[in-house]
Protein backbone atom coordinates (compact mmCIF):
# COMPACT_ATOMS: atom_id res chain seq x y z
CA UNK A 1 0.00 0.00 0.00
CA UNK A 2 2.58 2.48 1.11
CA UNK A 3 4.56 1.61 -2.37
CA UNK A 4 1.27 2.39 -4.34
CA UNK A 5 1.34 5.93 -2.17
CA UNK A 6 4.92 6.48 -2.86
CA UNK A 7 4.70 5.53 -6.86
CA UNK A 8 1.27 7.95 -6.71
CA UNK A 9 3.15 10.81 -5.44
CA UNK A 10 6.48 10.30 -8.16
CA UNK A 11 3.85 10.20 -10.75
CA UNK A 12 2.14 12.84 -9.42
CA UNK A 13 5.62 14.93 -9.04
CA UNK A 14 6.92 14.02 -12.58
CA UNK A 15 3.66 15.31 -13.84
CA UNK A 16 4.12 18.67 -11.91
CA UNK A 17 7.38 18.78 -13.39
CA UNK A 18 6.09 18.03 -16.90
CA UNK A 19 3.19 20.45 -16.59
CA UNK A 20 5.29 23.29 -14.69
CA UNK A 21 6.77 25.59 -18.21
CA UNK A 22 3.57 25.52 -19.29
CA UNK A 23 2.22 26.91 -16.21
CA UNK A 24 4.86 29.37 -15.86
CA UNK A 25 4.35 30.62 -19.95
CA UNK A 26 0.43 31.30 -18.43
CA UNK A 27 1.89 33.12 -15.64
CA UNK A 28 4.15 35.47 -17.93
CA UNK A 29 1.45 35.78 -20.55
CA UNK A 30 -0.93 37.18 -18.13
CA UNK A 31 1.56 39.80 -16.45
CA UNK A 32 1.89 40.70 -20.11
CA UNK A 33 -1.86 41.33 -20.54
CA UNK A 34 -2.00 43.41 -17.57
CA UNK A 35 1.28 45.51 -18.27
CA UNK A 36 0.90 46.59 -22.08
CA UNK A 37 -2.20 48.41 -23.57
CA UNK A 38 -4.60 47.10 -26.21
CA UNK A 39 -4.58 50.26 -27.82
CA UNK A 40 -0.54 50.11 -29.07
CA UNK A 41 -0.93 46.32 -30.37
CA UNK A 42 0.78 44.31 -27.68
CA UNK A 43 -2.12 43.31 -25.16
CA UNK A 44 -3.70 41.69 -28.61
CA UNK A 45 -0.36 39.75 -28.92
CA UNK A 46 -0.08 38.63 -25.43
CA UNK A 47 -4.00 37.58 -25.04
CA UNK A 48 -3.06 35.27 -28.45
CA UNK A 49 -0.26 34.05 -26.32
CA UNK A 50 -1.93 33.30 -23.54
CA UNK A 51 -4.92 31.63 -25.48
CA UNK A 52 -2.50 29.20 -27.56
CA UNK A 53 -0.83 28.08 -23.96
CA UNK A 54 -4.11 27.76 -22.25
CA UNK A 55 -5.32 25.63 -25.21
CA UNK A 56 -2.08 23.61 -25.30
CA UNK A 57 -2.02 23.34 -21.14
CA UNK A 58 -6.19 21.88 -21.91
CA UNK A 59 -4.46 18.98 -24.29
CA UNK A 60 -2.14 17.89 -22.51
CA UNK A 61 -2.86 13.91 -21.07
CA UNK A 62 -5.01 14.07 -18.41
CA UNK A 63 -6.25 17.49 -18.96
CA UNK A 64 -9.36 17.44 -21.65
CA UNK A 65 -11.87 19.00 -19.89
CA UNK A 66 -12.18 22.88 -20.30
CA UNK A 67 -9.79 25.04 -18.38
CA UNK A 68 -10.98 28.26 -16.73
CA UNK A 69 -8.96 31.18 -16.79
CA UNK A 70 -9.26 34.74 -15.65
CA UNK A 71 -8.57 37.70 -17.53
CA UNK A 72 -9.08 39.28 -14.55
CA UNK A 73 -7.07 39.27 -11.27
CA UNK A 74 -7.92 37.24 -8.49
CA UNK A 75 -8.26 37.83 -4.59
CA UNK A 76 -6.03 36.08 -2.01
CA UNK A 77 -9.26 34.27 -1.32
CA UNK A 78 -9.65 32.58 -4.63
CA UNK A 79 -12.75 35.00 -5.46
CA UNK A 80 -12.86 35.90 -8.80
CA UNK A 81 -13.34 39.90 -8.50
CA UNK A 82 -13.49 40.10 -12.29
CA UNK A 83 -14.82 38.52 -15.23
CA UNK A 84 -14.13 35.04 -16.13
CA UNK A 85 -14.16 34.35 -19.74
CA UNK A 86 -14.40 30.37 -20.74
CA UNK A 87 -11.80 29.19 -23.30
CA UNK A 88 -13.57 26.45 -25.35
CA UNK A 89 -11.30 23.26 -26.94
CA UNK A 90 -11.25 24.34 -29.99
CA UNK A 91 -11.13 28.17 -31.19
CA UNK A 92 -10.39 31.07 -29.17
CA UNK A 93 -12.81 32.74 -26.63
CA UNK A 94 -16.66 33.67 -27.70
CA UNK A 95 -15.70 37.35 -25.83
CA UNK A 96 -12.07 37.25 -27.82
CA UNK A 97 -13.73 36.30 -31.23
CA UNK A 98 -16.47 38.59 -31.01
CA UNK A 99 -13.90 41.34 -30.47
CA UNK A 100 -12.08 40.04 -33.38
CA UNK A 101 -14.72 40.02 -35.29
CA UNK A 102 -15.70 43.95 -34.20
CA UNK A 103 -12.22 44.73 -35.12
CA UNK A 104 -12.28 43.51 -38.04
CA UNK A 105 -15.52 44.95 -38.85
CA UNK A 106 -13.86 48.64 -37.91
CA UNK A 107 -10.87 47.99 -39.52
CA UNK A 108 -12.76 47.03 -42.62
CA UNK A 109 -15.10 50.25 -41.69
CA UNK A 110 -12.35 52.36 -40.92
CA UNK A 111 -10.95 51.76 -44.28
CA UNK A 112 -13.75 52.70 -46.40
CA UNK A 113 -13.67 55.58 -44.33
CA UNK A 114 -10.20 56.82 -45.20
CA UNK A 115 -10.91 55.78 -48.82
CA UNK A 116 -13.71 57.88 -48.95
CA UNK A 117 -12.45 60.96 -47.38
CA UNK A 118 -8.71 60.28 -49.83
CA UNK A 119 -12.04 60.61 -52.51
CA UNK A 120 -13.44 63.90 -51.22
CA UNK A 121 -10.07 65.24 -51.19
CA UNK A 122 -9.21 64.64 -54.52
CA UNK A 123 -12.42 65.59 -55.79
CA UNK A 124 -12.48 68.48 -53.60
CA UNK A 125 -8.97 69.18 -55.40
CA UNK A 126 -9.36 68.58 -58.71
CA UNK A 127 -12.84 71.02 -58.57
CA UNK A 128 -10.75 73.32 -56.45
CA UNK A 129 -8.19 73.32 -59.49
CA UNK A 130 -10.92 73.27 -62.37
CA UNK A 131 -12.08 75.95 -60.88
CA UNK A 132 -8.75 77.70 -60.87
CA UNK A 133 -9.00 77.61 -64.37
CA UNK A 134 -12.20 78.57 -65.31
CA UNK A 135 -11.46 81.54 -63.08
CA UNK A 136 -8.13 82.44 -64.40
CA UNK A 137 -7.83 84.21 -67.63
CA UNK A 138 -4.13 85.01 -68.62
CA UNK A 139 -3.82 89.08 -68.38
CA UNK A 140 -0.86 90.08 -70.63
CA UNK A 141 1.45 92.74 -68.86
CA UNK A 142 2.82 95.44 -70.71
CA UNK A 143 6.49 96.39 -71.21
CA UNK A 144 7.71 100.25 -71.72
CA UNK A 145 11.09 100.00 -73.44
CA UNK A 146 13.46 102.81 -73.99
CA UNK A 147 15.72 104.08 -77.21
CA UNK A 148 19.08 104.21 -75.43
CA UNK A 149 21.71 107.17 -77.49
CA UNK A 150 24.86 108.34 -76.37
CA UNK A 151 23.52 111.77 -74.18
CA UNK A 152 25.19 114.94 -74.38
CA UNK A 153 26.32 117.34 -71.22
CA UNK A 154 23.39 119.55 -70.21
CA UNK A 155 24.03 122.64 -67.84
CA UNK A 156 21.28 123.47 -65.90
CA UNK A 157 19.74 122.66 -62.72
CA UNK A 158 16.16 122.25 -64.23
CA UNK A 159 16.94 118.63 -66.37
CA UNK A 160 19.44 116.86 -67.83
CA UNK A 161 19.96 115.10 -71.25
CA UNK A 162 18.17 111.08 -70.20
CA UNK A 163 20.12 109.80 -72.90
CA UNK A 164 16.92 107.86 -74.07
CA UNK A 165 13.55 108.02 -75.43
CA UNK A 166 10.53 106.45 -73.82
CA UNK A 167 8.33 104.66 -76.07
CA UNK A 168 4.77 103.50 -76.04
CA UNK A 169 4.48 100.62 -73.64
CA UNK A 170 3.94 97.05 -76.13
CA UNK A 171 0.51 95.62 -75.11
CA UNK A 172 -1.83 93.33 -76.92
CA UNK A 173 -4.34 96.71 -77.50
CA UNK A 174 -7.81 96.50 -78.78
CA UNK A 175 -9.07 99.37 -81.66
CA UNK A 176 -12.39 100.81 -80.20
CA UNK A 177 -14.83 103.62 -81.14
CA UNK A 178 -15.24 106.98 -79.61
CA UNK A 179 -17.75 105.57 -77.53
CA UNK A 180 -14.87 104.11 -75.49
CA UNK A 181 -14.03 107.58 -73.92
CA UNK A 182 -17.85 107.29 -72.61
CA UNK A 183 -16.61 106.57 -69.12
CA UNK A 184 -13.18 108.64 -69.48
CA UNK A 185 -11.56 111.78 -67.90
CA UNK A 186 -8.90 113.87 -69.66
CA UNK A 187 -6.67 115.76 -67.53
CA UNK A 188 -3.85 118.30 -68.59
CA UNK A 189 -2.67 121.78 -69.77
CA UNK A 190 -3.83 123.85 -73.66
CA UNK A 191 -2.78 120.96 -75.59
CA UNK A 192 -5.60 118.83 -73.85
CA UNK A 193 -7.47 121.33 -73.92
CA UNK A 194 -7.02 121.27 -78.02
CA UNK A 195 -8.07 117.22 -77.88
CA UNK A 196 -11.02 118.34 -76.16
CA UNK A 197 -11.59 121.28 -78.37
CA UNK A 198 -11.01 119.36 -81.88
CA UNK A 199 -10.55 115.52 -81.36
CA UNK A 200 -14.71 115.30 -81.38
CA UNK A 201 -14.59 112.78 -78.28
CA UNK A 202 -18.01 114.47 -76.57
CA UNK A 203 -18.40 111.45 -74.27
CA UNK A 204 -14.95 112.49 -72.13
CA UNK A 205 -14.63 114.62 -69.18
CA UNK A 206 -11.86 117.04 -69.75
CA UNK A 207 -10.52 118.98 -66.98
CA UNK A 208 -7.85 121.28 -67.90
CA UNK A 209 -6.60 124.83 -68.35
CA UNK A 210 -3.59 126.69 -70.05
CA UNK A 211 -0.72 126.71 -67.91
CA UNK A 212 -1.76 123.65 -65.59
CA UNK A 213 1.20 121.61 -63.89
CA UNK A 214 1.16 118.36 -62.30
CA UNK A 215 1.96 120.76 -58.77
CA UNK A 216 -1.47 122.32 -59.55
CA UNK A 217 -3.50 119.33 -60.40
CA UNK A 218 -4.92 118.46 -57.10
CA UNK A 219 -3.87 121.88 -55.32
CA UNK A 220 -5.98 124.25 -57.45
CA UNK A 221 -9.44 124.07 -59.02
CA UNK A 222 -9.32 123.09 -62.63
CA UNK A 223 -11.92 124.00 -65.24
CA UNK A 224 -14.49 121.31 -65.99
CA UNK A 225 -14.91 121.89 -70.17
CA UNK A 226 -18.47 120.61 -70.60
CA UNK A 227 -19.85 124.08 -68.40
CA UNK A 228 -16.74 125.66 -67.99
CA UNK A 229 -16.96 126.22 -64.60
CA UNK A 230 -14.24 125.63 -62.04
CA UNK A 231 -14.04 122.30 -59.92
CA UNK A 232 -12.15 120.82 -56.76
CA UNK A 233 -10.07 118.10 -59.07
CA UNK A 234 -9.56 115.76 -55.07
CA UNK A 235 -13.58 115.95 -54.72
CA UNK A 236 -14.83 115.09 -58.26
CA UNK A 237 -12.02 112.14 -58.74
CA UNK A 238 -13.39 110.88 -54.95
CA UNK A 239 -17.31 111.20 -55.86
CA UNK A 240 -17.54 110.05 -59.61
CA UNK A 241 -15.70 106.91 -61.13
CA UNK A 242 -14.07 106.34 -64.06
CA UNK A 243 -13.15 104.10 -66.29
CA UNK A 244 -10.01 105.07 -68.35
CA UNK A 245 -8.08 108.48 -67.06
CA UNK A 246 -5.72 110.11 -69.42
CA UNK A 247 -3.09 112.18 -68.44
CA UNK A 248 -0.51 114.99 -70.19
CA UNK A 249 1.08 117.42 -68.18
CA UNK A 250 4.63 118.15 -68.24
CA UNK A 251 5.20 121.48 -70.61
CA UNK A 252 4.64 124.12 -68.29
CA UNK A 253 7.50 122.28 -65.84
CA UNK A 254 10.38 122.26 -67.79
CA UNK A 255 11.83 125.31 -66.13
CA UNK A 256 9.80 124.70 -63.06
CA UNK A 257 12.29 122.43 -60.36
CA UNK A 258 14.14 119.40 -61.80
CA UNK A 259 13.11 116.32 -63.34
CA UNK A 260 13.36 114.38 -60.14
CA UNK A 261 10.61 116.84 -58.23
CA UNK A 262 8.49 116.10 -61.24
CA UNK A 263 8.73 112.67 -61.02
CA UNK A 264 8.37 112.40 -57.15
CA UNK A 265 5.09 114.56 -57.92
CA UNK A 266 3.63 112.43 -60.82
CA UNK A 267 4.05 109.70 -58.85
CA UNK A 268 2.09 110.91 -55.53
CA UNK A 269 -0.41 112.40 -57.99
CA UNK A 270 -1.11 109.00 -59.49
CA UNK A 271 -1.19 107.10 -56.08
CA UNK A 272 -4.22 109.38 -54.81
CA UNK A 273 -5.42 108.93 -58.46
CA UNK A 274 -5.35 105.31 -58.14
CA UNK A 275 -6.76 105.19 -54.88
CA UNK A 276 -9.63 107.24 -55.25
CA UNK A 277 -10.30 105.16 -59.05
CA UNK A 278 -9.16 101.50 -58.23
CA UNK A 279 -11.13 100.67 -61.31
CA UNK A 280 -9.69 102.61 -63.80
CA UNK A 281 -6.87 102.58 -66.81
CA UNK A 282 -4.74 105.29 -66.49
CA UNK A 283 -3.12 106.84 -69.48
CA UNK A 284 0.35 108.36 -69.20
CA UNK A 285 0.13 110.57 -72.01
CA UNK A 286 3.85 112.20 -73.51
CA UNK A 287 4.44 115.64 -74.37
CA UNK A 288 4.91 116.45 -77.76
CA UNK A 289 7.89 117.96 -79.00
CA UNK A 290 8.30 121.15 -80.12
CA UNK A 291 9.79 122.64 -83.76
CA UNK A 292 13.08 123.35 -84.67
CA UNK A 293 12.63 126.95 -84.30
CA UNK A 294 10.68 126.39 -80.86
CA UNK A 295 13.77 124.55 -79.77
CA UNK A 296 15.42 126.49 -77.65
CA UNK A 297 19.57 125.75 -76.07
CA UNK A 298 19.45 128.67 -74.21
CA UNK A 299 16.44 128.32 -72.24
CA UNK A 300 14.70 125.04 -70.60
CA UNK A 301 12.30 124.78 -73.41
CA UNK A 302 13.72 122.33 -75.76
CA UNK A 303 13.11 118.97 -76.79
CA UNK A 304 16.10 117.41 -74.69
CA UNK A 305 14.50 118.76 -71.43
CA UNK A 306 10.61 117.19 -72.76
CA UNK A 307 12.39 113.56 -73.55
CA UNK A 308 13.89 113.88 -69.46
CA UNK A 309 10.32 114.50 -68.66
CA UNK A 310 8.65 112.35 -70.65
CA UNK A 311 11.24 109.28 -69.54
CA UNK A 312 10.47 110.10 -66.19
CA UNK A 313 7.14 109.83 -66.83
CA UNK A 314 7.37 106.84 -68.68
CA UNK A 315 8.68 104.75 -66.06
CA UNK A 316 5.56 105.25 -63.94
CA UNK A 317 3.67 102.78 -66.58
CA UNK A 318 3.54 99.35 -64.78
CA UNK A 319 1.93 97.23 -67.77
CA UNK A 320 -1.08 96.56 -65.86
CA UNK A 321 -3.29 99.41 -65.41
CA UNK A 322 -1.06 101.92 -66.11
CA UNK A 323 0.47 102.69 -69.63
CA UNK A 324 2.71 105.20 -71.47
CA UNK A 325 1.19 106.88 -74.93
CA UNK A 326 3.05 108.68 -77.32
CA UNK A 327 2.03 109.85 -80.13
CA UNK A 328 5.48 111.68 -80.99
CA UNK A 329 6.19 109.56 -84.03
CA UNK A 330 3.08 110.69 -85.44
CA UNK A 331 3.87 114.79 -85.75
CA UNK A 332 7.57 115.04 -85.46
CA UNK A 333 10.48 114.72 -88.57
CA UNK A 334 13.06 112.13 -88.90
CA UNK A 335 15.17 114.72 -86.15
CA UNK A 336 12.31 114.28 -83.61
CA UNK A 337 11.15 118.01 -83.96
CA UNK A 338 7.40 118.96 -84.05
CA UNK A 339 6.50 118.78 -88.14
CA UNK A 340 6.40 122.30 -89.07
CA UNK A 341 3.82 121.58 -91.67
CA UNK A 342 1.36 120.66 -88.83
CA UNK A 343 1.95 123.55 -85.74
CA UNK A 344 1.19 127.22 -86.08
CA UNK A 345 3.45 128.43 -83.14
CA UNK A 346 5.53 125.59 -83.16
CA UNK A 347 4.22 124.17 -79.96
CA UNK A 348 0.51 123.05 -80.65
CA UNK A 349 -1.21 121.47 -83.70
CA UNK A 350 -3.29 122.69 -86.34
CA UNK A 351 -7.32 121.63 -85.28
CA UNK A 352 -7.44 119.47 -88.39
CA UNK A 353 -4.94 117.13 -87.03
CA UNK A 354 -6.58 116.46 -83.69
CA UNK A 355 -7.97 113.51 -85.94
CA UNK A 356 -5.03 111.97 -85.60
CA UNK A 357 -4.60 111.88 -82.51
CA UNK A 358 -7.67 110.84 -81.63
CA UNK A 359 -7.03 107.44 -83.83
CA UNK A 360 -4.06 106.64 -82.66
CA UNK A 361 -5.81 106.54 -78.71
CA UNK A 362 -8.54 104.49 -80.26
CA UNK A 363 -5.62 102.47 -81.79
CA UNK A 364 -4.78 101.57 -77.85
CA UNK A 365 -7.54 100.93 -75.67
CA UNK A 366 -7.16 98.47 -72.91
CA UNK A 367 -10.31 97.22 -72.04
CA UNK A 368 -10.95 97.55 -67.55
CA UNK A 369 -11.54 94.34 -67.54
CA UNK A 370 -8.17 93.23 -68.48
CA UNK A 371 -6.93 94.75 -65.84
CA UNK A 372 -5.55 93.15 -62.62
CA UNK A 373 -5.96 95.22 -59.51
CA UNK A 374 -4.43 92.75 -56.93
CA UNK A 375 -2.48 95.21 -54.69
CA UNK A 376 -4.14 98.00 -52.84
CA UNK A 377 -1.03 100.12 -53.73
CA UNK A 378 0.12 101.03 -57.32
CA UNK A 379 3.12 99.13 -58.49
CA UNK A 380 5.59 102.00 -60.33
CA UNK A 381 8.59 100.35 -62.60
CA UNK A 382 11.76 102.02 -60.88
CA UNK A 383 14.05 104.80 -63.23
CA UNK A 384 17.29 103.69 -64.61
Known sequence: MKKKKKQRRSLQLKENIYNSPYLILIFLTTVVVMAFSDEIGFGSVAKEVQIFASDAYAKMPGKQEAAMVSSEPVSETGEDVGEVHT?????????????????????????????????????????????????????????????????????????????????????????????????????????????????????????????????????????????????????????????????????????????????????????????????????????????REKNNFESEFNNININDKNAAAASLANGTDVFYLDANPLFTDEEGFLNAELTFDGVHLYAKHYDVWREFLLEHAVEPKEVSHGDDQVTFVGTE
Open 87 to 291: IQEEGMPTELASAAGSKEENAGSCKEKEEEISDDIDLNTDNQIKKNLENTEEIPKGITNFEYYDPIQIDSPYYKDAGKIALTTEYPYAKENVSYFNDAAFLGDSRTLGISDYAELEGADFYCDSGMMIFKLLEEEITYQKTGNKVDLTQVLQEKQYGKIYIMLGMNELGYGNTQMYLDKYQEVLQKIKEWQPEAVVYVMANLHVS
